[in-house]
């Protein structure tokens, strides 16, 4: 297996593993690798370096390295599956659901959905607390 270190056209980087280089560029030529991130197909190799350990141990992650981004971009992911997996998505009515729950005229659970930045902005006068949270395109939609 090769690991190739790759970004997209939004600047996300993430690694690939790939039977080959040939492999790569046929999954990429038919459209089939995009980032996790955003599901940007626009995706590119970037130039990386062999990696060696050195050690028996581990290295502490450096906040600003690549190997430091891919660790949050891990852990983001990781929020997004957790977020989605233990929520109700109530889409556009989540304003609505929120006041709801809120009032108790609805069972209190963990909602997620869509609401305009006025909605938000009702919801935090009222005293409902609410939190945006990018959804990834790669945690939204089903394995393929």
Request: contains cysteine; charged residues 25%.
């Amino acid at each position: 297996m090769k690991v190739f270190d790759l970004a997209c056209s939004q600047g996300h980087s993430f690694e690939g593993w790939f039977e080959s280089a040939d492999a790569f560029e046929a999954q990429l030529g038919r459209g089939l690798v995009e980032c996790p991130m955003c599901a940007d197909a626009s995706v590119s190799r970037r130039p990386s370096a062999p990696r060696l350990n050195l050690s028996n141990g581990s290295s502490p992650e450096v906040a600003g390295s690549a190997e430091g981004d891919r660790a949050l971009q891990r852990a983001w992911l990781a929020l997004a599956r957790h977020i989605r997996d233990n929520t109700e998505d109530v889409g556009a009515r989540f304003a609505d659901e929120a006041r709801r729950i809120h009032y108790r005229e609805a069972p209190a659970r963990g909602i997620r959905g869509v609401a305009t930045r006025d909605e938000s902005i009702a919801l935090a006068e009222e005293g409902i607390e609410v939190v945006s949270f990018p959804m990834p395109q790669s945690v939204k939609d089903p394995l393929q």
